[in-house]
């Protein structure tokens, strides 16, 4: 059984934290802000994965150099449907990740922007983000995404904070529903604001 604990707002960071009465540890939840860069940053470092809002929907991101917390992203996630994870990337870091091309360069001008392409990646990327797929997902749904990016010292994995086709983490309390206690640290932005993953275009197609 699930509870959701009640605190006091801490030098405006801290809304509330969730625990599982099973002795999982605590969520913590935090409101969004860049100022909360460099402990996002810190945290993906040492290995934790961290639940995101996003204006598409709430992620679940983790270093993308950490294969150990890619792996256990996909535990938690129930092992349902194999889907590789995306990549949070922008134009002047794509070109280190994938093979970019006049269609997919077209697209990294709009960045940030509500799409999710298929893409092809290059060797730098680590095999625990394709999870055996030629193919992966770039993204960057919003300015926080992307000026999150530019701050980073690696590259950002991340998936839905959902389970492979199931309803969809819009609010952090639907993706604390899934993962309360499963993820040590979640930033609360509110409602996403598209509510829906970014439409998928598959830029891999013969054109």
Known sequence: ???LHQHRIVSGIVLYSCHNTDSMPETTVVKKSTNLFPEIIDRLDSGEAIILHTDTTYALIANAYNSDTINYIFDIKQGTTP???ALFTREDHAPEFFNVDH???QF?????YPVTLIVQPNENVPDAVSNGFKNIFAVCPDQF???LIGEAPFPIAATAASFFGGSRATTVELALRFFDGKVPYAVDGGTSKYGRSGTLIDLTVAR
């Open 145 to 147: 995404v992307y000026d």
């Open 108 to 112: 990294l001008t709009y960045f940030p």
């Open 103 to 105: 269609y997919f360069q």
């Open 83 to 85: 889907q590789p994870m």
């Open 1 to 3: 059984m699930q509870k």
